[in-house]
């Protein structure tokens, strides 16, 4: 499990603390959530399901239940034994067993980390490097008509910047609202939909007109959940027609290890009906190590192919030195694309207002905000396309490695380099 700072050099000895719950992610053969639901009735599971109208949403993930089904990703997360799944998963069902493959259920939390180095100073009295950097002035585009989903740990309601706006959220973390205790829900949501005339300079915000879908899936103590409370984000996300999902958040991966089928199979079906997910590449690296400097792969779940993982770079447009990397492409993790990440100023709840961060977590926002002005601009372009299009269109920045940096840097659209529908 990630911790919500990296120290400046690496632990010497191994974390004590758990990576995972207890509990199981299961993945079930589509449109077969009945037979499941009945497999599990008749094995003594107690089942919830997103998929009952008369459930109250924010009191359907609270309920004592052992297990909850999520409809619309065809997942469950159960708490059960690995052996009573594994004899579940085994048993004869009539027209075959609903259960495909299962998994540990990982801790995961924020990617932002508490210690920088010193990079160039840059101006930014009218907006921020990131966005200079990214192209947003000379965007005509500001996200109108497009939802994008920030799974994070919620937002400050209260926020003057984020008055007047479209704002829908849930909370996936037991007793918690969705009001942002935090701070680093609303420092993403800030950079990727804040305002573009906020109550003080400079800019920060790219897709200032999107309707915002706030799901807190990590709590206010330390930035933290589940594998379950981020499915059952997307899950809600997928309910609510969101095009864009923005996840910073993730769990350290051992190298050579292999990324999650579940989250794949869900990820790739997503794509497939226009929903783009967006994570972080993770910041367990130690570049500026002056002797064996380690660099880590790409964390999880943004190692899974078909979930875009964004590395961080910084104003000299530099490789972060937290910034994970795409170190065994065989089991995926590769980096598809990257985005300002080191001393990034956003949104932070009230009273002080704003804040600057360093993290992949702040990479993230700005790749999702400029998602949406693309998917503004291509009203065709959805899942796949709109990957496409986000890839096809950045800026390459050799001599750095793919590994580190994918295709480049993110770019905002413009009718030069989009070919866009003007608004």
Known sequence: MINSGSPVIPPTQPSTEPTTT??????????????????????????????????????????????????????????????????????????????????????VSIQTTTASTEVTRVDESQVTWGLDRTKIPACPFSGRGIRVAILDTGLDMNHP??????????SFIEGESAQDVYGHGTHCTGTSCGSSRPTQLPRYGIAYETAIYVGKVLNNEQGKGTDGSILAGINWAVDNNCQIISMSLGARVAVGQA?????????????????????????DSWRNLIENPIVNPVSHPANCPSIMAVGAV????????????????????????VAPGVKVYSSWPLEKKYNIL??????????????????????????????????????????????????????????????????
């Open 259 to 283: 990324f999650s089928q579940i989250y794949q199979t869900i990820a790739k079906r997503l794509l497939e009906r226009g929903t783009l997910i967006i994570a972080a590449a993770g910041n």
């Open 22 to 107: 207890g509990k199981f992610i299961v993945l079930f053969d589509n449109n077969r959530s009945h037979v499941l639901n009945n497999l599990f009735s008749e094995n003594r599971i107690a089942v919830s399901s997103t998929a009952e109208n008369n459930h109250e949403l924010s009191n359907l993930f609270l309920e004592p239940s052992n297990a909850l089904i999520l409809h619309n990703l065809n997942v469950a997360v159960v708490n059960a034994s690995a052996a009573d799944l594994s004899n579940l998963s085994t048993a004869d069902v009539v027209g075959g067993n609903p259960i495909l493959t299962f998994e540990a259920e990982r801790f």
């Open 358 to 423: 360093d993290g992949t977590s702040m990479a993230t926002p700005h790749v999702a905000g400029i998602a949406a002005l693309l998917a503004q601009a291509h009203p065709d372009a959805r899942g796949k396309a709109l990957w496409d299009l986000l890839t096809s269109t950045a800026k390459s920045l050799p001599p750095l490695d793919v590994a580190d940096v994918g295709v480049g840097l993110v770019q905002a659209p413009n009718t030069a380099n989009s070919g866009a529908i003007l608004p």
């Open 161 to 170: 910047d984020f008055a007047n706006r479209q704002i829908v959220s849930q």
């Open 314 to 337: 910084d104003s000299e447009l530099q490789i972060a030195w937290f910034s994970n990397r795409g170190i065994d492409r065989s089991t995926g993790g590769e980096v598809d694309i």
